[in-house]
């Protein structure tokens, strides 16, 4: 089979088709948006390969049921799932079902990373650092919020959600009062919720396309909130998000060439330490020499719009040469006999 007989299908639920989280005009939630995964699909199908973009769950449930022959095709799973608490992995449980080939990190692992506490837990295990943080389910658990468990101030945040939902400068909390009161609200909305040791720092994320041993991106990007680098005491809030407050620059501007390739190193570790697969981006903060892991993301949004768009300006490569790195990450795994 040649490379460019297989058919490539995108899958995303999209924002577009669920709830506006915020008060205004503009739809914010955590779902990637129609037009950039329409935007990927024309950037793949530019580079000569047969690309669409097909829809969500819907689409996939019926593929299920229908059971068409799907042995040339590799499905571009951006699909978040329907709204729940374990909505990552039910994407990837109904493709493994099917015994179809589709990219990005498998059911577990999906999960796994999408519970923050659990990745802090197995990141600081193999001995990168990591904030203190305690995973509270209950009400009574705030009780262990106090002096002897963890250190003020603290950054209380849903455990198990992605493009800060639940963050508000109410997060970032000065005294253990504060850091319980912010819990017991967010339990009202959410079944878990992390507290965690607040690091000043430089706020850095990196985004990763390949897989072990053959990584084909790996750019970090220093973000900054109203031309601040150094949050002293901040934290990346939805309303900074929603109304795309943050900038982001090359660290090699702010830091030195061994400690981006450090933060390119560890990068790759975490990657490979926690079974991803195709595509990540991971948080860090960088306080002088300490550079602690924040957060993984399996699923990070893949848009001229976002970190892909800075990543192609800062780092002078064209939007379709990333997609050109994707196709050939994903295929060398899935598809190895077409190269």
Known sequence: MRENHIKYRILAEVREEHDNLLNQDVIYNDYVSKKSMIEMAEGISSLGYDCEFIGGMTKLTELCNNK????????????YGYPSQFKRGQSPILLEMNHAKYTGSDPFVSLLVNDKYCTKKIVSKNCYKTPMSLLILTNDDTRFINEENINVPLVVKPNSEGSSLGITNDSLCQTYGQAIAQCLKLLEVFPSVIVEEYVPGYELTVWLIGNKDDFELICPLLVSVNEIYYFESKIITIHDKSQHNRTYSSPHNYFSQKTVDE?????KRIFEELGMRDYARLDFRINGSDIFFIEANALPIFSKSSEIGEICKLYNITYQEICKRLVSTITKRLMPEAY
């Open 68 to 79: 068409p022959d799907v042995s040339n095709t590799i499905f571009i799973n951006y699909n």
């Open 263 to 267: 933060l390119i190193n560890i990068s």
